[in-house]
């Protein structure tokens, strides 16, 4: 089976599973999903979205985030780890926001990369989740699974995010990248794979992946 076989076959295989795919992290505009995927670095969604709701009562937004210290916020977001860079980039990234774009969160992949603690990756959320652009952000399940199933080197995020858009049609791209996520958490984990589940990989993986799962 050629790459562009095997994308169309994962296209189809989820397609069928999750026709809908709502977005993880909650929110209620872009301001607070930037501030939800900030906090997901090496945290899980559920429980950012335990978290979140105690930090939004007190500001939902960049005005109001700013009348809290970096202390009053690092002490509300302390579950989710890493809360001491994680406290000075959300007070940084909302001072810039209001200071330099009208309160606003930008939108373009350039400006939303030089906020504070904003890599390309959640960059590429917010602008495909938030405003509709299509972007392919690539986290732990996507990077797995496209090597897991022969679809990229495998080498880093950056060559399996250029691989996801090359082999994948740049309208499904928001909406595949949820999709592989629900997947990779629902049928195909990095650990404990079992191949009777995970039928994407069993159909279409890596002869060296199905051995070592199989053994």
């Known amino acids: 089976m050629t790459k562009k076989e095997k994308a169309a076959f994962v296209i189809e295989s989820l397609e069928k599973l999750y026709p809908e795919t709502p977005i993880p992290l909650d929110h209620k505009d872009p301001y607070t999903l930037l501030v939800a995927v900030l906090l997901s670095a090496q945290c899980t969604d559920e429980r950012v979205n335990l978290i979140t709701p105690n930090l939004f009562e ?6 109001d985030m700013l009348n809290l210290t970096v202390e009053e916020i690092r002490e509300i977001i302390k579950p989710c780890g890493l809360s001491p860079a994680k406290s000075k980039a959300i007070y940084g990234l909302s001072e810039i ?6 309160g606003e969160v930008p939108q373009s992949f350039e400006e939303l990369e030089e906020l504070p603690g904003v890599g390309h990756k959640t960059a590429s959320v917010v602008m495909s989740q938030a405003f509709g ?11 797995r699974l496209m090597y897991r199933w022969g679809l990229t080197t495998g080498k880093n995020v950056d060559q399996t995010e250029k691989d996801a858009k090359r082999l994948f049609p740049k309208e499904k791209w928001n909406s595949l990248h949820l999709q592989i996520i629900f997947y990779g958490r629902e049928f195909s984990p990095a ?25």
């Open 58 to 63: 007190r500001a939902d937004n960049p005005k």
């Open 97 to 102: 926001i209001m200071n330099k774009h009208n």
């Open 133 to 143: 652009v299509p972007a392919f952000p690539v986290d732990t399940h996507i990077h």
């Open 191 to 215: 650990r404990g794979l079992k191949l009777e589940k995970d039928f994407i990989t069993s159909t279409i993986g890596r002869k060296s992946e199905i051995k070592k799962w199989t053994k």
